[in-house]
């Protein structure tokens, strides 16, 4: 009877991870395809990937893709860090609100923070651009218009990174013994050497994760970037989107690939961390 | 020989509305072990963050040889603290933790330059801590793997190896069990006394202070109860509640009839107190030690044994006297239900003024519930952070 029943749910998660994975799995298979269909298999080649690396336009995408995850990243997580360690200061009754109101952007649908970091981005620019036709009409001085672009981009990934980063840290924060501090200062530690000595490698941990977490984040983000890049600066994403709308070629599947891969990577890296700290933690107790 | 080191004068302390501490005056001498002694909330802790300069009284004023230190940051007092948890740095070895003090520069008192020890004279001092701790040969061990007796024992090193003026410890043998505590008792007391250091001690264990100070403070409420040697302390406490908290007390309503003249139950007893306006109300103490048993004839005092426990050298009887109920101590055997009467030696009795604590303590009426507490001495490292910022409630 049981041995029945486990024979059924096994089919049953065999088939949900099929429905999971069968058009991701299809996706890898065809970007080795030697020809140009999407249905029809004609051998194993390298070919789409080559023809990925000539193209000018995914190349310059997967350029800025990179360059605005690593920025934004690496600003998020000193930025969040200190933001947590604020928090971590302030009294419960303040500190819980907060984290909360820190949850909102990570819950929040990407499409709403898009739009709204668009709009404010339009108003600002829009007000100052007026200013300088207003000062060039005046007064003959001339100062930069400003547009949305690599700028807002960035801009962008840097605030929905912000919260990830926090949620990370904090905990660490909170494991940590809050005498370790006073210990650090009793021996003869300024505040800040008590924090770089003793505090930072305690957090660390979770400041990787969320450094890690973010970068993935960013490198996977499509809704808000395409709301924020403008008309001059193109994220992978946004590239592969546009892709999809004037010819289906099979570079898409490559790049594709090349782009899950990299996520995968990242989840791996932050779950081994995760368990690595587990366990370690085990041991302490 | 005593050379005032550290001295509080009416310091205050309190967080938001909260009086954590009320007016404070107290003196350290050089080379002392000074206990601060208290049931949790009492204030000791704050006293001793005070003067590790983790927190700036209200008002008042901390001296440290002479010198005003109030906003003195604790890195550059020459004082070292060990932490209730000990505070070590679980991403730093043995050697490593106990080096940590030794290797910030330090700026030179003359010549005002920073000044940083060499690796062999640093090598030379955790050395030297690590044998006066009896931990040779743990350098590269990971502390997280340590025991608690012997993270304690790093955390007493790291101090140490400092060379501070004054070790303040704040409840450090609090989660050791028993047996451990004993031994680190005498292990610390050895260690003061071969370094010749002063120790500043917090604690909510009665018997632990008796055994190692030199003097005690008992406090409460925020206030300083009593201070003076563990001798006077347990034999001369000043009010009910020292009484209560230190050893076990019987504390009686009684009348003052004169000088070494005492009436308590309406009969008079002859003690050495004297001093007190004749036919003042007071609390008498009597200790349970101190009471002899005789029969019923020859007693001052008659009275039915009601519960009897066997405690191994000694029993506990409690005995109804015109229904007050006494904690009597004895070797000798007197069933539930019999009869028996008392003498107490004039140097058995001790007289205490009123006081707000009169009346609170010091009857066996409800006695199990009362020893539940005595043996609740577990300690729970949760209890004793009087309003710190980030406070967890």
């Known amino acids: 009877m049981s041995r029945k029943n486990s024979i059924g749910s096994r089919l049953f998660m065999g088939l949900v991870f099929f429905f999971l994975y069968a058009p991701i799995l299809l996706l890898i298979i065809f970007s080795f395809n030697e020809g140009t269909s999407s249905a029809v298999w004609k051998g194993f080649s390298l070919k789409w990937y080559g023809e990925l690396f000539q193209d000018r336009i995914i190349m310059n995408s997967v350029y800025t893709t990179l360059i605005v995850s690593v920025i934004a990243t690496l600003v998020a997580t000193v930025a969040g860090t200190l933001a947590a360690i604020g928090f971590y200061n302030m009294r419960k009754s303040i500190r819980e609100p907060l984290m909360t109101i820190n949850g909102i952007p990570m819950m929040n649908a990407d499409i709403v923070t898009g739009v709204s970091l668009c709009l404010l981005f339009a108003a600002a620019f829009g007000a100052w651009n007026g200013f300088v036709s207003w000062m060039e009409v005046n007064y003959r001085l001339t100062a930069p218009r400003l547009y949305q672009g690599f700028g807002t981009l960035l801009i962008a990934h840097i605030t929905f990174n912000i919260p990830y980063v926090i949620l990370s840290v904090m905990p660490k924060l909170k494991q940590m013994d809050k005498h370790l501090l006073d210990a650090a200062q009793d021996l003869g530690c300024t505040w800040m050497q008590a924090f770089w000595k003793v505090a930072l490698p305690e957090i660390k941990p979770g400041i990787v994760s969320g450094m890690l977490i973010a970068f993935t984040m960013s490198i996977d983000d499509f809704v808000i970037s395409y709301f924020t890049a403008g008309a001059t600066s193109s994220t992978l994403a946004m590239t592969i989107y546009s892709m999809t709308k004037k010819r289906v070629s099979p570079e898409i599947n490559a790049i594709s690939t090349l782009l899950f891969g990299a996520v995968l990577v990242l989840l791996i890296l932050v779950n081994v961390l995760e368990t690595r700290q587990q366990k370690q933690k085990k041991y302490t107790d | ?393």
Request: proline share 4%; net charge negative; hydrophobic share 35%.
């Open chain 2, 1 to 393: 020989m005593a050379k005032e080191l550290i001295r509080l004068s009416n310091c205050c302390m309190s967080f938001d509305d909260n009086v954590v501490l009320d007016n404070i005056n107290l003196y350290i001498n050089d080379q002392e072990f000074l206990t601060l002694l208290g049931p949790s909330g009492c204030g000791k802790t704050t006293t001793l963050r005070i003067i590790g300069g983790f927190q700036t009284p209200t008002s008042g004023e901390v001296l440290f040889d002479g010198e005003k230190i109030n906003d003195v940051p604790p890195h550059k007092r020459a004082v070292n603290t060990v932490f209730q948890r000990y505070a070590l740095f679980p991403h730093l070895n043995v050697y490593e933790n106990i080096a940590f003090g030794l290797r910030l520069p330090k700026t030179d008192p003359e010549t005002k330059k920073k000044v940083k020890l060499s690796e062999a004279e640093i090598k030379a001092r955790v050395t030297e801590m690590l044998t006066a701790v009896n931990l040779t040969g743990f350098e590269k061990r990971s502390v997280t793997s340590l025991s608690g007796g012997q993270q304690q024992r790093v955390a007493i090193a790291r101090a140490l190896v400092n060379r501070p003026k004054v070790l303040l410890l704040d409840e450090p043998l609090g989660a050791l069990d028993l047996r451990l505590r004993k031994d680190m008792q005498n292990e610390l007391k050895r260690i003061q006394k071969a370094m010749g250091i002063t120790f500043i001690y917090v604690t909510h264990d009665q018997e632990e202070a008796l055994a190692m100070s030199d003097t005690v403070v008992v406090m409460d409420g925020g206030k300083i109860q009593q201070i003076g040697t563990p001798e006077d302390i347990y034999n001369e406490p000043k009010n009910a509640f020292v009484a209560d908290f230190i050893g076990e007390s019987n504390i009686i309503d009684g009348y003052m009839r004169g000088d070494g003249v005492v009436e308590i139950f309406n009969r008079r007893f002859a003690c050495l107190d004297k001093g007190f306006a004749v036919n003042e109300p007071v609390d008498v103490v009597i200790r349970p030690e101190d009471v002899d048993i005789v029969p019923e004839a020859e007693g001052q005092l008659t009275g039915t044994v009601t519960s009897v426990t066997f405690k191994g050298v000694h029993y506990d009887i409690i005995v109804d006297f015109y229904g007050f109920k006494w904690l009597i101590q004895t070797t000798d055997l007197s069933p539930v239900g019999s009869r028996i009467g008392i003498k107490i030696d004039p140097d058995g009795i001790h007289v205490m003024k009123k006081s707000h604590y009169s009346g609170m303590f010091g009857d066996y009426s409800s006695y199990s519930e009362e020893y539940e507490e005595i043996s609740d001495a577990s300690y729970d490292p949760t209890e004793e952070d009087e309003g710190d910022s980030n406070e967890e409630t």
